[in-house]
T-cell receptor, first 115, second 113 residues
Framework: GAGVSQSPRYKVTKRGQDVALRCDPISGHVSLYWYRQALGQGPEFLTYFNYEAQQDKSGLPNDRFSAERPEGSISTLTIQRTEQRDSAMYRCASSLADFSSNEQFFGPGTRLTVL | AQSVSQHNHHVILSEAASLELGCNYSYGGTVNLFWYVQYPGQHLQLLLK??????LVKGIKGFEAEFIKSKFSFNLRKPSVQWSDTAEYFC???????????FGKGTKLSVKP
């Protein structure tokens, strides 16, 4: 059984460019979470989905950040007009459902560097 | 808002030493608590979790954690560390009803062979 996969693993971009980060959750997992981890910090919640519905986007830092999960499986996190402060590890996790008792399984992350 | 504090940024131990990593959380209600570990070059993975019942929780690889409600703490322990325990350890709590995790800043553990 495959785990959570993310692509690309590394992304280097120039300031002002748009980037799209992809997450492919474990098959059958209803809930999908995005986190961002700056250097020396723990992961911070960005947004999450149940199936294709975005349930909470309170952690998205500003309107340059958006996420979608149109068919309830793969999700894309898009950052428009990237800035240097967006440089971080972006982590995706999935779980069977959004009950607190469900373990979240994490992907390898995408390391984003904005020059 | 809920928060998690991990007191040690970097801990260096020799093999066979005992380990205790501190974790305190801010929320006063019912809590679900986790310890995640990230070995070098690998994903975040669950080490152990507490939801209810016995406050002493045993996880993988000989780790355990004790939930002390009166102290708002969930410290991670291992009686004898190995070089392979070198990793970064994150304490986390469930943030509200949605199930998103709130993490501490992490503690980097280096075990000298």
């Amino acid at each position: 059984g495959a785990g959570v996969s993310q692509s690309p693993r590394y992304k280097v971009t120039k300031r002002g460019q748009d980037v799209a980060l992809r997450c492919d959750p474990i098959s059958g997992h209803v809930s999908l979470y995005w986190y961002r981890q700056a250097l020396g910090q723990g992961p911070e919640f960005l947004t999450y989905f149940n199936y294709e519905a975005q349930q909470d986007k309170s952690g998205l830092p500003n309107d340059r950040f958006s996420a979608e999960r149109p068919e309830g499986s793969i999700s894309t996190l898009t950052i428009q007009r990237t800035e240097q402060r967006d440089s971080a590890m972006y982590r995706c996790a999935s779980s069977l459902a959004d009950f607190s008792s469900n373990e979240q399984f994490f992907g390898p992350g995408t390391r984003l560097t904005v020059l | 808002a809920q928060s998690v504090s991990q007191h040690n940024h970097h801990v260096i131990l020799s093999e066979a030493a005992s380990l205790e990593l501190g974790c305190n959380y801010s929320y006063g209600g019912t809590v679900n608590l986790f310890w995640y570990v990230q070995y070098p070059g690998q994903h975040l993975q669950l080490l152990l979790k507490y939801f209810s019942g016995d406050p002493l929780v045993k996880g993988i690889k000989g780790f355990e954690a004790e939930f002390i409600k009166s102290k708002f703490s969930f410290n991670l322990r291992k009686p004898s560390v190995q070089w392979s325990d070198t990793a970064e350890y994150f304490c986390a709590v469930i943030g509200g009803s949605q199930g998103n995790l709130i993490f501490g800043k992490g503690t980097k553990l280096s075990v000298k062979p």
